[in-house]
């Protein structure tokens, strides 16, 4: 196993979040199909690729990585939630994938094989580190000449209405958290297109381009959603650190079941999400290095580098 930069990342995700998140048996991940469907296009996955998956979590996004590179493509998915690794494993078994690989590793210090990767692509999963300019640097090392990164991450809270909503459940009931650093890790560190574009601009990426979409997430039952929001998400968060005793605690749920259903429409329950899809292309037999990275690397020309972001 790597070096560990992100040692209280790693502490949540295995003993709270990751539990947590497998203990919902798929629910996150049908929230979030229209964002796999999305990254899938916008990443230009082919066959015969070899793909490194930052933060693949459960592998929901890891099978269809993995169909779509085919028998001669690979995937290797790396994760820092021992947990979270298991559930995947059980998942490709069941989808009958052998082109998969999974390692627990911290993606900031993992040292990756270089140059191997065509694509590296990650849906939620980098916003998480504690150093990201160090971390995308290291990722750079991984991609091979001609490769792409392509990364989706969520966009501000008021932005994201299946958030928002039990998020003004529980700030209502248990005031503001604590001040914390506005880019502290967690699900919208990555809010800022400006600070993004400063690290990824630091870590050897170039010329950046941004556009906003907002795809739908398919929410459940307003029961599910608000057992959810209570101990996941910011809401969940918030609950977790205040500590409310039981009566508080159902009080915020059964308002939160209450505003979700207020949302209903035929059975369904839809609400927009911002999130950010980012591509990377690297020019055709070059790429950038990091002002760290070893002597002797070459930096590529700006020429024939693109860099597009779709917030989704």
Known sequence: MSTTANTAQREYWNTIAGPRWVGLEGFVERRVQAVNDLLLICSGVAAGERVLEVGCGTGAFTVPLAEAVGEHGEVLGADISAAMLASARKRLVEARLRNVTLTEADAQTHEFEP???????????????????????NLLRATRPGGRLCFACWG???????????YEVALRHL??????????????????????????????????????????????????????????????????????????????RREIEDAFAAHLR??????????????????????????????????????????SEAFG
Not at 160 to 166: A, C, E, Q, Y
Not at 217 to 245: N, W, Y
Not at 277 to 297: D, L, Q, Y
């Open 115 to 137: 140059d191997r990767f065509g694509l590296i692509a990650s849906r939620f999963g980098v916003m998480f580190f504690a150093d990201p300019r160090a971390a995308f640097a």
């Open 156 to 166: 501000p809270l008021e932005a994201n209405r299946h958030w928002l909503i039990p």
């Open 175 to 252: 005031g503001p958290p604590a001040p914390k650093p506005p880019r502290a890790p967690g699900p919208m560190a990555f809010a800022d297109p400006d600070y993004v574009r400063s690290f990824l601009g630091s870590a050897g990426f170039e010329a950046i381009e941004m556009h906003r979409e907002t795809p739908d997430v398919f929410a459940s039952t307003p029961q599910e959603e608000a057992e959810h929001a209570c101990i996941m998400g910011p809401s969940g968060r918030l609950i977790d650190e205040k500590r409310p005793d039981d009566a508080t605690r159902q009080t915020i």
């Open 266 to 307: 035929d059975g369904n329950t839809r609400l927009p999400s911002t999130c950010a899809v980012r591509r990377r292309r690297f020019s055709s037999g070059c790429k950038s290095r990091p002002a760290t990275a070893p002597a002797g690397s070459n930096r590529s020309r700006h020429g024939g580098d693109e860099m």
